[in-house]
């Protein structure tokens, strides 16, 4: 019940970013089962895509937000084999993103 509320959370916050939720009833990938098995991944998924949404509504070039995902989610987060890579993968990702220039702040 936890895990469907929490993706159920992700998916609201995810609406219109470059990456789909995770479907842990068929993970796709040794890191997706990572995150349906770890509630601090899980968490840490639920952060940075919320950290995602807000930067889309700042206004950060929606072109380069959706690019530095995919590369980071394939050269870094593709590369994690524990919980921990993740977590720690995702944490400094939100941080990148909180980080990025909205066109109000230029």
């Not at 890191?31 to 919320?50: E, K, P």
């Not at 807000?54 to 690019?67: C, H, N, P, S, T």
């Not at 590369?79 to 990702?93: G, P, S």
Request: proline share 1%; hydrophobic share 40%; with cysteine.
């Amino acid at each position: 019940m936890k895990r469907i509320f929490l993706m159920s959370v992700f998916s609201f916050f995810l609406s219109g970013a470059s990456h789909a939720a995770v479907n842990c009833s068929n993970p796709s990938s040794g890191v997706d089962r990572l995150i349906c098995t770890s509630s601090r991944a899980s968490v840490a998924q639920v952060d940075m895509s919320f950290s995602y949404n807000l930067a889309m509504r700042r206004g950060v070039d929606l072109e380069i937000l959706q690019k530095s995902q995919t590369e980071w989610h394939n050269e870094v987060l593709g590369q994690c084999n524990d919980v921990t890579c993740v977590v720690d993968a995702m944490v400094e990702r939100t941080a990148d993103i909180e980080n990025m220039d909205g066109i109000a702040e230029r």
